[in-house]
C-alpha cells in the first residue's frame, strides 16, 4: 500500500485532475471495521511493515469483526483512506 501524491486545494484537500478532492491513501495505516466504519491508526507505518503484517495485526486487534486495511495521510480526515485496492473509505456503506 502505497501513497499517491496529489495537487492540493488552497483548503489542504487532496485534488484530482478536474480539482474535485477525493481519497488518496497515505502513510498512516489504519484498521477498519467494515460492519460500521469504525477506524483506529496502527502504530505501524504503512510504509514500515508488509501490508500482510499490518493486516494481521489488524485482525489481531478486533478479532470479532471483519476488518480490512487502509492507508491515510495523518493530517488529513478519514474519508481520504484509501484499501491496497483502491477501495476508498467512503465507499464503505455506513450503518
Keep these: 500500500m502505497r501513497p499517491r501524491h496529489r495537487r492540493s486545494s488552497r483548503k489542504g484537500g487532496p485534488l ?3 480539482g474535485d478532492s477525493h481519497a488518496h491513501g497515505g ?3 489504519v484498521c477498519v ?3 460500521d466504519g469504525g477506524f483506529f491508526p496502527l502504530n505501524f507505518s504503512a510504509h ?6 499490518l493486516t ?5 486487534l478486533c478479532p470479532n469483526a471483519e476488518v480490512r486495511l487502509y492507508s ?6 478519514i474519508s481520504t483512506a484509501l484499501a491496497a485496492d483502491g477501495t476508498a473509505y467512503s ?5
Design 16 to 18: 484530482d485532475d478536474e
Design 33 to 35: 471495521r467494515t460492519c
Design 91 to 95: 465507499d464503505l456503506p455506513m450503518r
Design 56 to 60: 494481521e495485526l489488524c485482525k489481531a
Design 48 to 53: 514500515s511493515a508488509s501490508d500482510e503484517e
Design 27 to 29: 502513510s498512516q495505516a
Design 72 to 77: 491515510r495521510n495523518p493530517a488529513r480526515d
